[in-house]
């Protein structure tokens, strides 16, 4: 069973960090590309960032220069920094491939909120 497992994802106020951590145990992870995800609620499931195995990485637009993606193909976990956080950041976070999906993972949740 493919397991996508994410964490780091909390309450904070506007303006503060994150950093979420999603592990991918399996050895295909360094060939593949993987991405962050987010469903805010009432919303669809939206692409937030991705990062190939070469290093290119992609933002939306509406995280561009407040996100960074990073990946460690040798912990097979790829992280998602994200700075200046907004209300509107908040939603449930997911990791994935960015190609067809595997079954996605519970997600973590992450709240901005004075």
């Known amino acids: 069973q493919v397991q996508l497992v994410e964490s780091g994802g909390g309450l904070v106020q506007p303006g503060g960090s994150l950093r979420l951590s999603c592990v991918f145990d399996?050895?295909?992870?360094?060939?593949?590309?993987m991405g962050w995800f987010r469903q805010a609620p009432g919303k669809e499931r939206e692409l937030v960032a991705y990062m190939t195995t070469e290093g290119i990485t992609y933002y939306a637009d509406s995280v561009k220069g407040r996100f960074a993606i990073s990946r460690d193909d040798a912990k097979k976990t790829v992280y998602l920094q994200m700075n200046v956080l907004r209300p509107e950041d908040t939603a449930v976070y997911y990791c994935?491939?960015?190609?067809?999906?595997?079954?996605w993972g519970q997600g973590a949740q992450v709240t901005v909120s004075s």
């Open positions: 994935n491939t960015r190609g067809i999906p595997y079954e």
């Open positions: 399996r050895d295909i992870f360094s060939r593949i590309t």
